[in-house]
């Protein structure tokens, strides 16, 4: 049989692999995604579920970065409202951390450095007395209130993959890059499925967008060294019961200036983090003792009510594959991306060969590092890299469309949530919350014709039906129980044992 060839091979099934592919299907490529295990299975469903600008990053001069991520969040809250949400933070005023002056000043930047912004601007406010002070120890009197937004990472990146998909995109998950060569100014690779079956294709192009494992990606194509270097920096978060009633979250400053959110997190529960620990082994990554108490310690500073070990109901830990700039102090590492190119060129061709015509050949680009707020925009930059390769490409167009199900009646999703209440009136409105939470507009085709409980199959508890888990399987590359508890949904959160072994039970079957 013919190998199939594709313009690009894409490596990676996270943020910026599905995120690339579907620019790159979009603007007439055809394009394979192939990711060993599920998609978001590593970094990119764990995170600390914000979009961003990173206010942070203004100590350390990165203003390019804060700037375009400020941009970017406007970008997404108009393309996924269903799951990018604005969401209020409160930072307590710590004297002898940080002066009024020089965290009014980094606010005042972070205002107007991306341009227009829909969202309120910050504002210096009284905590005592106030609902901004919710859950604080009273000795906090002053602080300043500024705006983001929260995201659901693991479903951003899967309906990446399902608009990848219905612009020609394929995807394969569960399937291993096992090695790659150089042969007719083409790659030719050899993929092996987890159920033991193998397939040879063709690409013109290779994106390593592999995360933590780029590197290991590079040695397994046999490129020459492209003079960059992957920094393995985990963070770690604590999920408890909710710390306090109010919307908004806290951003907690620590004395090593370092800093920590407080979010409210699935309605019930608060999530605490992030850490930043340099590691060597990157595979399989779990809190540490010294982390949990790290952040422990934090939240118990500025909490009225302590928390305990005790109160942690679940925690998690990713690897962020951080460019290496060199920089000491892991927290200081660079959250920018950087991309590496290494092109095979014919004998005797220069690069302008290859800016002109196109005459290089077998091109890889290598994503190093990258944040989950500027995903898009590292698509574009990756695209403008591969441009060369492929003069005919179509140009950028992901700016102004919008993410499966995020056409919400006026971006609102109250309105899509009554609009559901009002078609299905005999079923439980928390379940039309979660699935217009989770899925936006695509909710309705998953309901369908349903009348009644019973016609969405088997209740699994935590608003997960039957139907849903049909639909994560057969549209959205669902094969395990994780696949749809930790990643399509967070229902394994409140789920008690014996429904987790339910849902275990119904992927086995």
């Not at 393995?232 to 370092?258: F, T």
């Amino acid at each position: 049989m013919e190998t199939p060839t594709y313009d690009l091979l894409v490596i990676g099934g996270g943020i910026n692999g599905a995120g690339i592919a579907r620019d790159a299907a979009g603007r007439g490529l055809s394009v394979l995604l192939v990711e060993r295990d599920d998609l978001a299975a590593h970094t990119s469903s764990w995170s600390t579920k914000l979009i961003h600008g990173g206010l942070r990053y203004l100590e350390h001069y990165e203003f390019r970065l804060v700037a375009e991520a400020l941009a970017e969040r406007e970008v997404l809250l108009r393309a996924a409202p269903h799951i990018i949400e604005p969401l209020l933070f409160v930072l307590p005023h710590e004297p002898h951390l940080r002066p009024k002056w020089m965290i009014r000043a980094g606010l005042f930047l972070y205002d107007r450095l991306g341009g227009r912004m829909t969202l309120p601007k910050s504002i210096a406010t009284r905590l005592d007395g106030s609902r901004y002070g919710a859950g604080l120890k009273p000795r906090f009197r002053n602080g300043f209130v500024y705006a983001d937004a929260r995201v659901d990472d693991a479903r951003l990146v899967v309906l990446n993959a399902i608009d990848a998909r219905a612009r020609g995109a394929e995807i394969r998950v569960r399937t291993t890059l096992e090695a790659a060569r150089r042969e007719g100014g083409m790659w030719r690779a050899r993929l092996a499925a987890r159920d033991g079956g193998t397939a040879e294709v063709r690409a013109r192009a290779l994106v390593n967008a592999a995360g933590p494992w780029v590197g290991d990606v590079l040695g397994q194509v046999g490129t020459a060294p492209i003079g960059a270097r992957v920094r393995h920096v985990k963070g770690s978060h604590i999920v408890v019961p909710r710390v306090h009633a109010e919307d908004h979250a806290y951003i907690l400053q620590n004395a090593d200036k370092r800093i920590v959110f407080v979010i409210p997190y699935e309605d019930r529960y608060s999530l605490i983090g992030t850490t930043d620990v340099p590691v060597d082994d990157y595979a399989h990554p779990a809190i540490s003792a010294e982390e949990t108490d790290y952040l422990l310690a934090l939240a118990n500073a500025y909490l009225d009510r302590p928390l305990a070990k005790g109160d942690i109901v679940w925690t998690y830990s990713g690897v962020r594959p951080l460019y290496d700039d060199g920089a000491n102090d892991p927290s200081a590492v660079t959250r920018d991306y950087v991309l590496k190119v290494d092109a095979q060129l014919p004998a005797g061709a220069g690069t302008a060969a290859r800016g002109n015509d196109g005459a290089g050949r077998a091109p890889v680009l290598s994503v190093f590092g990258g944040k989950i707020t500027t995903y898009r925009k590292l698509a574009e930059a990756a695209l403008v890299e591969l441009r060369p390769f492929f003069p005919a490409m179509k140009g950028a167009w992901t700016d102004t469309s919008q993410l499966p199900g995020g056409d919400l009646p006026r971006g609102d999703r109250a309105a899509w949530l009554g609009e559901l209440c009002r078609r299905y009136p005999a079923l439980d409105p928390g379940l039309l919350r979660a699935l217009a939470k989770r899925h936006g507009t695509h909710a309705a085709a998953i309901l369908g014709d349903a009348r009644k409980p019973a016609d969405l199959g088997e209740d699994f508890g935590a608003q997960l039906c039957e139907r849903e888990i049909e639909h994560l399987v057969n549209d959205e590359w669902a094969l395990a129980a994780e696949d749809v508890l930790w990643r399509r949904t967070k229902c394994g959160l409140p789920m008690t044992p014996a429904q987790r072994q339910r849902v275990a039970a119904r992927l086995g079957a």
